[in-house]
């Protein structure tokens, strides 16, 4: 997976670059300018490679760049620039060929001398110089965006995502693009309201293709919430937009609407685990054999998980002859994900007639193919990831612990997977381990808090967690008094409802309220609220609050390992290292298996707006004190 740091980030560099240089013509292709330590013979055709990137003209650019590499070998940034022309990052990932071409330009990169700590930090300081240098500009966030569009990198793409819609709302691609990066986070929320403008706009300018893009992110975010009803809904309406263009034979040469109906018509049936419906799926024939995979894939673990192994067996190799079409075609990137598909339903296959070595053998190279390739930027995700399949057949096998390690590698590269969190679970609670349980069934009914269905799942969750989890169920609520704490309070009582937790709410003036929490802490209190503002810019302020000794730790929260993480990162000066020390310490604190004495809700925020014109001297520090001995006013 390394590859893909140097290549995907190297694109919003490039950009940044060409938006600060003239844009006059000089051998039509534009002008760049971008400064190199290499032989000064070769800084003009370096700059020429760069216009031609920006252009999508990767045959040309990489023969530019080889010319570079060849005129001057020391000269890291030719290698660079032959890397950016074999990775098509925009489209899709590289061939298998280009890949190994590409990395063997990074390693020649990396080994020349370069002379400018500018070259050697470029790569890691992109997506913060790109939006630092260029914060509005659509291209910039776009870049990122796309170039961050893999899940072990969408976290680098997240400031980029979250200001993107804001600053182009008019155009409908950038209402949507945001979620390319929210649904490798599991931020479902956030897909929804995303893709439910985009989805708006697509139908107002007439885009179908586009239109169904949307809906198919749409569909995925709310079954991940247990919003099934919101789901259905979205399933319809891409239905009929499917329908009406067959009726009107309106083709637009595009996979793409082909793409997200089937992969709807798939995700409704099994994220919901309705085998019988998935086994039934009608098969929606095109021209786009990867499009038709899906349905098929859906239909043989439909078929296998009832029993049903002619069925399965019969889809299954319905999924191998698109596959050799798709090979036929020299389409390697489908053919590949299309085998992944056909090897977790020969699994199941497998599995429904009594196989069960071969069927495990199956899925572990069903997921080791899944997690050796990329996701296309086409989908928001898989089915149902090779991982998750393999758990439920561990599961299936009555192997509960082995299951649970495979639902975690899951949820590490596609995190909040309603399924894959409660398979943990579930898998942690037949294995014995209550308290692994518990983390991911409380995670489960966070995710699923707005669910609108009645899936047996969640209420197996809920029924745990009111049961073993939190044997206590009547439990007092303290805040202070103002009406910010009331209303969160007034939420958190209500959430705590659903898993059968009653709070009552107490609320008392803020010195009252100190004086009943102590020092020392009071044992009558089950929960209460309080906040802290930062002393100075360190993780030290808020966690040496939980420390035994401390003050203000009216918890009764004591444990000596966390205490010595923090001490030991007290006398750390490496901001890394004393970092890493910070971050095993609110593992114990709030971790899914930590001691959990308390329960993060918000960060304070703080806007300062003045007239830059008319004030001068007007200085704010980190935790937003103010400075006004030097501030100057004019009319």
Known sequence: MRHLVGACLAVGTLFMISTASAQTASDKIGQVSFPISCNTAVQKPFERGVALLHSFWYLESVKVFTDVAQADPDCAMGYWGIAMSLWYQIWSPPSPANLKRGWEAVEKAKAAPTKTQRERDWVAAVEATVMAAEPDHPGAAHYIIRGYDYPTLARRGLDAARRYDKFAPAVPHALHMPSHIYVLLGMWPETIQGNITAAAAEKTRGNPDDHMHALDYLVYAYLQQGQDAEARKVLAEGRAIMADLAARKVESGRPTGHFAIAAMEARWAMERGQWQEAASIEPRPNRFAHTESMIYFARAIGAARTGNAAQARIDADKIAALRDALQQAKNTYWAEQVEIQRRAAAAWVARAEGKNDEALRLM?????????????????????????????????????????????????????????????????????????????????????????????????????????????????????????????????????????????????????????????????????????????????????????????????????????????????????????????????????????????????????????????????????QWDLTKVTVTS
Request: glycine content about 6%; hydrophobic content about 40%; overall charge neutral.
């Open 364 to 624: 572990r190279s069903a997921f080791g193919l899944e997690e050796a390739t990329e996701k296309h930027n086409i989908t928001p995700g898989p089915i149902a990831t090779a991982r998750e399949l393999y758990g439920d057949l561990l599961m299936d096998l009555g192997r509960p612990a082995q299951a649970v390690r495979e639902y975690e590698a899951s949820l590490k590269l596609a995190p909040a997977r309603f399924k894959a969190l409660h398979g943990a679970g579930r898998a942690a609670e037949l294995a014995g381990d209550r308290e692994t349980a518990k983390g991911y069934y409380v995670r489960l009914v966070g995710v699923a808090a707005s669910a609108d269905s009645q899936r047996p799942e969640l209420a197996q969750a809920k029924a745990f967690l009111a049961k073993v989890a939190h044997p206590k169920t009547d439990v007092h609520l303290y805040i202070n008094n103002s009406p910010g704490h009331i209303k969160i309070a007034t939420a958190i009582q209500a959430f705590w409802k659903q898993i059968g937790i009653n709070a009552s709410i107490k609320v008392m003036e803020w010195k009252q309220y100190l004086q009943f929490l102590g020092p020392p802490p009071n044992s009558d209190v089950d929960v209460y609220r309080l906040g802290w503002i930062y002393d100075f810019p360190d993780a030290y302020n808020g966690l040496v609050l939980w420390t035994c000794d401390s003050g203000n730790n009216n918890t009764n929260f004591c444990n000596k390992k966390y205490d010595a993480l923090i001490d030991q990162a007290t006398k750390t000066p490496d901001f890394d290292k004393r970092t890493a020390l910070y971050q095993q310490a609110e593992t114990i604190l709030t971790g899914p298996n930590g001691d959990l004495p308390i329960m993060p809700i918000y960060w304070y925020t703080f806007t300062e707006t003045i007239h830059k014109n008319k004030v001068k001297g007007f200085l704010t520090s980190p935790t937003s």
